[in-house]
């Protein structure tokens, strides 16, 4: 077992599915969304943008979502073995007309965009895409 392997763990919540098989579970619900996992870490980020910009804590962008971000010390390392880590920062959206809120770490971002990776059933910041295009799009 290589270690990235085992901190990868940490990310598959209580999910009995291999990554490899949540990833290509995940794709397939994407397709049926049309939308890809390029185009959902764009937005996420879009909205954590925001917030960084933003000069108060709570923000609201295209008037229709609430956006938070809180930077903790520290950083999170990729658990795929990249060479790349990334800011402590958690980032929550709310949609201000369902009251649907989705917490997300830069890391997700990454997951998402360069490993199609939307983390494991129960784990802390699994999302779920079709929800994701639902209510943030
Ligand atoms: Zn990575």
Redesign the pocket.
Known sequence: MQPGVITLGGFLGTDKRDFTQIIADDEKTLEKCGKTAEEIAERLEYFQQQSFDAFESNTIVDNKYKVETEVVRGYLP?P?N?Q?IYRKSYTTVTNLQSGKSFTFSALNI??IR??HFFEGKKSHFRLEPDEVIKELF
């Open positions: 990729c795929f990249h790349g990454h997951l360069a490993h």
